[in-house]
């Protein structure tokens, strides 16, 4: 994508394009923006692993958290700070999982537009178990 194609892909998708994160007593929600349908479920016992990263926008960068939910074979869940409910997410996150170091958004957020993965929670058990139940359906 060159130059001109990105900074006018920044302007089409306006504030809160995306789905809608919407908080539940055992996880979250991506909602359709529109009808307010529920596109995904994720539960806390169901991820696996977060990671965080930075997407360089060209003029500005975009954090955000990717979830690992259930088998490895299963698609991961990809959140952008940009969508509403984030800030609500961002509370609920060390509530589920205490060992996220406190101040990961702001270790992300620097330096300016460089990638920064960073790898927030990993339950090596969860992954062993799905690694072993592969293991058994071949």
Request: with cysteine.
């Amino acid at each position: 994508m060159n130059v001109w194609q990105r900074i006018k892909s920044f302007f089409k998708r306006g504030l809160h394009s995306g789905p809608e994160i919407h908080m539940t007593e055992t996880g979250f929600a991506l909602l359709d923006a529109d009808t307010r349908a529920a596109i995904r479920t994720v539960g806390w016992t169901d991820i696996s692993r977060i990671q965080t990263y930075k997407l360089d926008l060209l003029t500005t960068d975009c954090i955000c958290l990717l979830f690992g939910v259930g088998s490895t074979d299963e698609q991961p869940v990809q959140i952008s700070e940009e969508w509403k409910g984030f800030s609500e997410l961002l509370v609920g996150l060390p509530r589920a999982f205490p060992s996220i170091p406190a101040n990961w958004y702001a270790e992300v957020m620097t330096p300016a537009f460089g990638t920064n993965l960073t790898v927030l929670y990993e339950d090596h058990g969860l992954l062993q178990h799905v690694d072993a139940a592969k293991e058994e359906n071949r």
